[in-house]
C-alpha cells in the first residue's frame, strides 16, 4: 500500500462549487504539504502543516482552505473553486528527525482537478 | 523572496553518456537542498537530499553537490539508460521552493 494517498486522483467540478481534496498518510510524519503544479509555473507551495496545531500559508493560500484532522489526514478545500486553480495538485510528508535524510519530503501521487 | 532556476529547461542525451543537470537558488541561507523525479503524470519520487552541513550525497549512479557560497547545486547522473528519462526537479528546502525542472531524455 502507498504511504501517502490522496483521494480523489481526478476530478471535474464546476465554478462556484466547493471542493475538498483528502491526503492520508501512514509513514507518521508530523509535517504535511500542499502543492499545485501548472504547466510552465512548476510547483507552488499551498499551505503546510508542521503538527496537528499548526498551520502555516504558503506561497499561493489565496482561494483555499487546509484542516488538519490528526497527523495523518490533511485536506485541502477550495470554497469556490474557479476555473485557474485547474492543475494538478500534491500532498507530501516529511520527518524533521534528526539525521542525513531529515525532512525528506515523499509525495502522493497527485489528484488532477479540473473546473469548468 | 527565494528563487530556484534549473537550465536547461530540456536535455537530450545518448545512452550510456554521463550527464549534469543544474540547480541554482538566491538565498545562501538555504538549509537543504533536495533533488526529486517525475515521470509523466506521476508524483514525485526524492532522490537526494542535502543537508546544508554536506557537500554532496550519492546514491548509485547519481551524485548531487551543494555548493552554497555560490548558489548553485548539480546533480550527476552516470552512464545514463533509457528509464533515467523524467522531469528532474531541485527543492530549495527554506522556502520549500522548487524550480522549473529538466526534462532529461535518453536515447536508446
Known amino acids: 500500500d502507498a504511504d501517502v494517498t490522496q483521494t480523489p486522483r481526478n476530478r471535474i467540478t464546476k465554478t462556484g462549487k466547493r471542493i475538498m481534496l483528502e491526503c492520508s498518510q501512514t509513514k507518521g510524519h508530523d509535517r504535511m504539504y500542499w502543492y499545485r503544479q501548472d504547466p510552465g509555473l512548476g510547483l507552488r507551495l499551498i499551505y503546510y502543516s508542521f503538527d496537528v496545531k499548526d498551520i502555516n500559508k504558503g506561497e499561493i493560500s489565496d482561494g483555499y482552505s487546509v484542516s488538519r484532522q490528526a497527523q495523518a489526514k490533511f485536506s485541502l478545500s477550495l470554497e469556490s473553486a474557479i476555473p485557474n486553480q485547474t492543475a494538478l495538485y500534491f500532498c507530501?510528508?516529511?520527518?524533521?528527525?534528526?539525521?542525513?535524510?531529515?525532512?525528506?519530503?515523499?509525495f502522493g501521487p497527485g489528484t488532477r482537478l479540473t473546473v469548468l | 523572496k527565494q528563487e530556484v532556476t534549473q537550465i536547461p529547461a530540456a536535455l537530450s542525451v545518448p545512452e550510456g553518456e554521463n550527464l549534469v543537470l543544474n540547480c541554482s537558488f538566491t538565498?545562501?541561507?538555504?538549509?537543504?537542498l533536495q533533488w526529486f523525479r517525475q515521470d509523466p503524470g506521476k508524483g514525485l519520487t526524492s532522490l537526494l537530499l542535502i543537508q546544508s552541513s554536506q557537500r554532496e550525497q550519492t546514491s548509485g549512479r547519481l551524485n548531487a553537490s551543494l555548493d552554497k557560497s555560490s548558489g548553485r547545486s548539480t546533480l550527476y547522473i552516470a552512464a545514463s539508460q533509457p528509464g533515467d528519462s523524467a522531469t528532474y526537479l531541485c527543492q530549495g528546502a527554506q522556502k520549500l521552493v522548487f524550480g522549473q525542472g529538466t526534462r532529461l531524455t535518453i536515447n536508446p
Open positions: 538565498d545562501s541561507a538555504i538549509y537543504n
Open positions: 507530501a510528508t516529511s520527518d524533521p528527525a534528526p539525521g542525513l535524510a531529515a525532512d525528506t519530503q515523499y
